[in-house]
């Protein structure tokens, strides 16, 4: 999505400016070119043009000494001094170096000489359930048969998976079939797999099972009712009575609308029945936007409410290491779909590609998701004597301030989450799991973690033991600087115990639609799905039946059932011995899946570059593979973005006439929408008070804080700082804007601050007068 671009003078300290789109690059003036007589020396002005863009986009520099300097010292320092009061900040809190140790004098008694070596008494054993007898007898021999029959049961899924692959190749694709899905897996676009999707449903006969509305995964009756009752309110032009309809079927998977097997029994579409009901409910929603018969007040209310009861999409990406950079190709994906969700979570390696996604504009990443950024994925370059020597002296493989460096091209240099957010309208999510074993995790974002360096964040949920240390996460103050959050606690991988955070999630974002990217080595190879998935059905018996017959599948899950039950046994009776001090049990036993899982088809020698860099040749077959295995699920993603897209086009809407209006009466946005207010007492700078007509400000709710609208949406209004004045102006040049950034518009009583905001500098929301500031955008 398109970002509401600060102005130059909003950069921060240290951080360098670099706000120019490609559209922007590429605008040349009609002055300019009917002063220009020669035509090659115009084109040869683009192509320098172009070339400084590119150049820009892939050589700045983007590390900044200060705040790696800062970040050394973090790391290094093994106890944040306390704060004086328990109610001081660490952002007033004045950093000194620790002082020095003074050396104890030990003696055994006063008579005895000292320095000497003092034994001390073992302290007594806790007294638990763990400490007792028959747990110290039978926890090792339990431990290791379970760990037998583990490797017993996945010895024998391999083989049956195996069997099943080469079934499906010798007795399932054969054929036409298996020319139309060589089509399909040499497509270069997602045009051209539709269409070769689209030929091989109808090769098979797939299209008559499209027209028949009877199935049994989905209430077709109560569909059908739904799309008559539409049709006669819209042709009767009873907006209220459409309105009324609309929220009540405007739900997460309503009468099975969303079920993933009705995506499942075809490579391409869904039944028609349910294609015109989606039709009929987004042009429902798109009259009531654009009816004139109710009122503004009405229309914010209808559209806060369905959107509160519909939820929101969310793109997770998994860790996985190497495994992670196929979701460069899923994002790319989405990208060139414009289906890129709005919400992106990422763990580990999946922070690193969501980090890049949510701190660049739609055009930049056009530009940047290309084989040549294998040139900045380097985490991995240094030799076997090298990364050796540092795993005996430090106990991790990496260094982690050379991580960070490598990290700023990534997050754009040291920018937070809020930052982040207000450049690009994504709000970026990143895992994370505190050091203590015992505490609960952390999903760091613009809400929770305001002000947080996100490659401090990223780092951190990278941090697996033996692999790079934990790490202190930074914060960013207002002049600048960075010092460490939550008073220097160090942070690990988030994957180790929650790889996918759905929960929170739906808790700060309303995301009950996740769509999961899962690349996590240990947890792929057990995707199977029997009965087919979307864009991907069974491939015999016309999509009908099993993958390999009735009895692998069976075996298959029976298999997984024991795999996971084992595992929970040992989880559960406390059986496994804490590793590189951190507990290990629950990685097999999250949630991995979400309401549409991706799961790039990886190969052999993944796993034997698990930790190498890839080169051009290798990102590019990731960034293909990515693609191949998004597609499939494009469909269905689509026809849910449909609903969302069109509930934030009327809410923008409702906002924009609100903004007009208050320009025009010259009323506070709170009194344009409530009317008359309440009358309060109001402080003024000199200490006396005065009258006032307002209201006490009124928190919208966290869901709509991020919403945007899209394609052919009237431009966004700004207000200028020097007239005071309402101007329209388009946030990006690029004629074909996707979409805009919502921000509150200009008044002290349009909302309160969010928890954690501060004062900022140049051109940014102050929640402490709730003004607006040149530069930010009012939609």
């Known amino acids: 999505m398109p970002p509401c671009l600060p102005q130059p003078s909003e950069a921060r300290e240290g951080t360098p400016i670099h706000n120019y789109t490609h559209s922007r690059a590429l605008t040349i003036s009609p002055s300019s070119a009917m002063a220009s007589q020669d035509g090659s020396a115009s084109i040869s002005t683009q192509t320098m043009q172009i070339d400084s863009i590119e150049d820009e986009l892939w050589n700045t520099d983007f590390v900044n000494e200060e705040h790696m ?19 001081a900040s660490p952002l007033d809190e004045r950093r000194s170096p620790p002082p020095f140790r003074v050396r104890k004098v030990s003696a055994v008694s006063d008579f005895a000489p000292i320095s000497t070596k003092v034994k001390r008494q073992k302290a007594p054993a806790a007294h638990g359930r763990a400490q007792e007898l028959s747990y110290k007898i039978f926890r090792w021999p339990l431990l290791t048969i379970l760990f037998l029959i583990i490797f017993t049961e996945f010895y024998l899924y391999v083989l049956l998976r195996q069997a099943v692959n080469l079934f499906e190749w010798l007795l399932a694709w054969r054929g036409r079939k298996r020319f139309f899905r060589r089509k399909m897996q040499t497509a270069k676009t997602y045009e051209e797999w539709k269409a070769a999707a689209t030929m091989m449903d109808e090769y098979l006969g797939f299209n008559t099972w499209k027209h028949i509305d009877e199935d049994p995964y989905y209430d077709h009756q109560l569909v059908k009712k739904v799309r008559r009752s539409l049709r006669v309110l819209k042709e009767k032009n009873d907006i209220r009575g459409m309105m009324k309809v609309l929220e009540v079927c405007m739900r997460p998977n309503f009468a099975g609308t969303e079920s993933a097997r009705l995506y499942s029994e075809t490579f391409y579409g869904t039944k028609d029945l349910l294609e015109s009901y989606l039709a009929i409910v987004e042009s429902s929603l798109a009259a009531v936007r ?46 060139d779909a414009n289906l890129l969700p709005r919400v992106i979570a990422g763990t580990s390696a999946g922070g690193l590609v969501a980090a890049l996604t949510c701190t660049r504009t739609d055009d930049e990443l056009k530009q940047l998701l290309i084989p040549r950024l294998a040139d900045k994925i380097t985490a991995c370059e240094d030799p076997f004597r090298v990364w050796f020597k540092r795993f005996r002296q430090t106990g991790a493989r990496f260094d982690t301030v050379a991580w960070a460096r490598k990290a700023t091209f990534f997050t754009r240099g040291s920018l937070t989450f809020r930052e ?8 970026l999510n990143v895992s994370v799991i505190p050091f203590d074993q015992h505490s609960p ?21 990278a941090a697996v033991p033996g692999i790079l240390n934990p790490v202190v996460l930074m914060q ?17 991988d988030g994957s180790l115990r929650v790889d996918i955070p759905l929960q929170s999630l739906n808790i700060l974002f309303n ?41 692998f599948s069976a075996a298959e899950q029976y298999l997984k059932l024991e795999l996971t039950k084992n ?9 496994m011995p804490q590793l590189l001090g951190q507990d290990w049990s629950s990685v097999f036993l999250q949630r991995f899946d979400g309401s549409v899982t991706i799961w790039p088809k990886t190969r052999f020698m993944d796993w034997i570059n698990i930790l190498t860099d890839p080169d051009e040749k290798e990102l590019e077959r990731k960034l293909r593979v990515g693609e191949l295995v998004t597609w499939p699920k494009l469909h269905m993603i689509e026809n849910r973005f449909r609903l969302e897209r069109e509930i934030l086009r009327g809410r923008l809407s409702v906002r924009q006439t609100s903004i007009s209006r208050t320009a025009g009466l010259g009323l506070t946005m709170e009194q344009s929408r409530t009317g008359p207010a309440v009358a309060v007492e109001k402080p003024t700078p000199d200490g006396d008070a005065r009258r006032e007509r307002a209201k006490p400000r009124r928190q919208i709710s966290i869901d709509s804080d991020a919403e945007s609208g899209f394609n052919n949406e009237p ?13 329209t102006s388009p946030i990006n040049d690029n004629a074909s804007i996707r979409s805009v950034q919502s921000m509150p518009p200009p008044s002290s009583n349009w909302m309160a601050a969010p928890v954690g905001t501060r004062k900022r500098r140049g051109g940014r929301v102050s929640p402490a007068n709730g003004e607006i500031k040149s530069g930010a955008c009012l939609c």
């Open 567 to 575: 595992f929970k046994v040992i989880r559960d009776l406390e059986l």
């Open 511 to 551: 995301v009950n639609h996740p769509i999961v990217s899962q690349v996590n080595p240990h947890v792929h190879l057990f995707f199977f799905a029997p009965r087919g998935s979307p864009g991907r059905p069974v491939a015999h018996r016309k999509g009908k039946g099993w993958r390999g017959g009735f009895f």
């Open 715 to 727: 431009a966004p209004i700004r207000r200028s700082r020097a007239s005071g004045s309402y101007t």
């Open 290 to 335: 654009n009816s004139t018969q109710i009122s503004i007040e009405e229309k914010r209310k209808f559209f806060r409410d369905v959107n509160r009861n519909l939820g929101t999409s969310a793109l997770c990406l998994s860790g996985g290491a190497t495994f992670g950079y196929y979701s460069f190709g899923v994002v790319k994906a989405f990208l």
């Open 420 to 427: 982040a957010y207000e450049r690009t309208g994504r709000a």
């Open 69 to 87: 300097a800062a970040f050394a010292r973090a790391l290094s320092s093994e106890d944040m001094i306390e704060p004086e009061s328990p109610a």
């Open 476 to 492: 960013k103050t207002k002049e600048g600087n960075i010092i460490p959050w939550n008073w220097g606690s160090k942070f690990k």
């Open 441 to 461: 995790t952390k999903l760091l974002n613009y809400l929770t973690a305001p002000d947080c360096v996100i490659w401090s964040a990223i780092i951190a949920s």
